[in-house]
């Protein structure tokens, strides 16, 4: 929550903060929000009345300037009035006794400014952008009214350049967002488009629509994780890693965005980037669309990886519908809004039917000759880096001399064991080397002792539980030609989201005015290979687990903004937001990890 008083004559915006994320469950979302929204409005005033201020983010603008006669004297008294074009929505100031004007509070829209005093002509300047915590300074010259009394000057050739804040501010804009292509559904992936920002590695093609964070991006050589993403103001960085977003900024849902890489002011709370989204808002006519994205491995050429590996096309597809609707609020039966400029809303939602692949993974499993107690297959088999999976080990030759075995490229000089897994040290199998390194070659004696074996092993020496453990593992059903892996699986992910945002504005009075946006994400994940698995991700686990994962998540989030304009020169704002991220990931059939079910007998 913030709470902001702003002054004509003073530079400084002071405000409170105390913003709330949290991980947990959410039965009913929308019976929580209506409960939200009455705490809202108590906690707001009374951080109003009784909190102490301190310093704090906001994604309103503000314009100021001062107001000139042609020879350069100041003009006090003067009418300024900026008009939101969409919903005719005002604001009003007056200027000072030095001629200066302030307006606090302003949402990021496209606005109309005109400057009027008596015997002088109006000046007004149209289609001026106000991006999101915009400061901007735009001075006013009047001449002398003749018989035309307005001068019109448009704004749609010169944008405006923020000469308040020495941030490094760079903004993409509504004609940006829907022109740009993307690979899925999320503004993130535009930051790639931006100068000082590099991808970290994280594999964006291979992603969907939710699954780049802004964590895949380095700003000016800084950490990932160090990134901010806020939607109308409110953080939505997942708190839990920093790295996901809470609310994804969807393509066809935001206005527009800013992203500050430099120089920007210490309220913003973080030091690589901070990148402002705005929800988009209602006007004073109705307006909507529908629309349906799709992306089908039927229109595209097989993937490199699977090339590689003789393994044919994945049918991976990508189905986003959806729809957009705004315009004034009306009631039936009444008075309410018949202007069209008392109320506005929009309210937007997208159903994202997905089915990713990510790609061939690779990997080494136990064969069936090693489930029978047979490691012969080590001699001539490699891992990754081209060293022998029989485990290289410090040794002594029969001289009792400490040395290297099968280790850094010099010759295997002794015997490497395969050892028992039941008796430690006991060995199953003995390498013995015939030919230098690398190669590792020789004669594969076995020493396993079947007769000797308890009633919870088995001849093969392994326990009752290895021979379990081993069997969930998949048989081989690849051969590399470089003898590094068995392996290879290429698993389809269904990973759907819907997402839902609407956003209510009320111009209650000339002079106060507030917003409120419900936004929702839910998720329902499918991971064959365990949850954030698999290599290509950067994780451990390439092999199926018994069970896959299931992730039925959500994030949500509500946001309540109030602004009064108290005098030309005095306007207070304030901001409550809260958060909410549940992840309950969980095994979609957990009876198969059940001791029963996998046939374990021992306590």
Not at 20 to 27: D, F, K, L, N, Q
Not at 439 to 457: E, K, P
Request: charged share 15%; net charge negative.
């Amino acid at each position: 929550m913030y709470y902001r008083v702003g002054k004509s004559t003073e530079e400084k915006t002071q405000m409170t903060t105390a913003n709330v994320s949290a991980r947990r469950a959410v039965p009913n979302w929308c019976a929580r929000f209506k409960g939200w929204a009455v705490v809202a409005t108590l906690l707001t005033a009374l951080v109003a009345a009784f909190v102490p201020s301190s310093f704090a983010q906001v994604s309103t603008a503000r314009i100021d300037g001062f107001v000139h006669d042609q020879s350069g004297a100041v003009i006090p008294g003067a009418t300024v009035t900026l008009k939101d074009e969409a919903s005719g929505l005002q604001l009003h100031a007056v200027t000072d006794a030095s001629g200066f004007y302030d307006l606090e509070g302003i949402q990021p829209k496209t606005y109309t400014l005109t400057v009027a005093m008596k015997a002088f002509k109006t000046s007004v300047q149209e289609h001026l952008t106000i991006h999101a915590d915009d400061r901007l300074s735009i001075p006013v010259t009047l001449t002398v009214a003749t018989q035309v009394e307005e001068v019109q000057v448009s704004a749609a050739v010169a944008p405006l350049v923020t000469s308040d804040t020495g941030a490094k501010t760079d903004v993409i804009g509504a004609t940006q967002i829907e022109n740009l292509s993307t690979i899925g559904r999320s503004a993130v992936e535009l930051l790639a488009l931006l100068p000082g920002v590099v991808n970290s590695g994280f594999n964006i093609l291979g992603g969907t629509s939710f699954g780049v964070g802004p964590d895949a991006f380095n700003v000016n050589g800084l950490r990932g994780d160090m990134n901010d993403v806020r939607l109308d103001s409110a953080h939505m960085i997942d708190p839990g890693c920093n790295c996901g977003n809470i609310i994804e900024p969807n393509m066809d849902m935001i206005q527009e965005f800013s992203v500050k890489t430099s120089n920007f002011e210490a309220d913003q709370g973080r030091s690589a980037m901070v990148m402002d989204t705005v929800l988009k808002s209602g006007g004073s006519t109705v307006h909507g669309e529908a629309y349906w994205y799709v992306r089908n491995a039927y229109f595209n050429a097989n993937d490199w990886s699977n090339n590689h590996a003789g393994i044919p096309r994945p049918g991976s597809k990508f189905n986003y519908p959806g729809f957009n609707i705004g315009g004034p609020v009306r009631l039936p039966h009444s008075d309410f809004n018949k202007n069209n400029d008392k109320m506005f809303f929009w309210f937007g939602a997208e159903l994202q039917r997905q089915v990713a692949d990510p790609g061939t993974e690779l990997a080494v499993v136990p064969s069936q000759r090693m489930r029978n107690g047979d490691f012969s297959e080590l001699l001539t088999t490699t891992d990754a880096t081209g060293s022998p999976l029989c485990t290289p080990r410090m040794g002594n030759d029969k001289n009792g001399n400490s040395m290297i075995v099968g280790y850094d490229g010099r010759a295997l000089s002794m015997p490497c064991e395969v050892q028992d897994p039941n008796t430690w040290g006991t060995p199953l199998g003995i390498i013995t080397p015939t030919t230098a390194a690398p190669y590792y070659s020789g004669t594969y004696t076995s020493v396993l002792h079947s007769n000797t074996a308890t009633a919870s092993s088995n001849p093969n020496g392994f326990t009752q539980a290895g021979n379990i453990l081993l069997n969930e593992f998949p048989l081989p059903n690849y051969v590399d030609p470089n003898g590094q892996y068995n392996y290879a699986g290429r698993p389809l992910y269904p990973l759907n989201r819907n997402e839902e945002a609407i956003k209510i504005d009320y111009n209650l009075r000339e002079n106060l005015r507030a917003y409120v946006h419900l936004a929702r994400n839910a998720d329902h994940q499918f991971y064959p290979f365990g949850i954030w698995s698999g290599e290509n991700s950067g994780w451990t686990s390439n092999v199926p687990e018994p069970s896959p994962t299931l992730g039925i998540n959500s994030g949500e989030s509500l946001v309540l903004n109030v602004v009064q304009v108290i005098n030309p020169t005095l306007t207070n704002e304030v901001q409550f937001n809260t958060q909410a991220l549940w992840l309950p990931n969980s095994y979609a059939n957990p009876k198969k990890l059940q001791k029963s079910a996998l046939g374990l007998t021992f306590p």
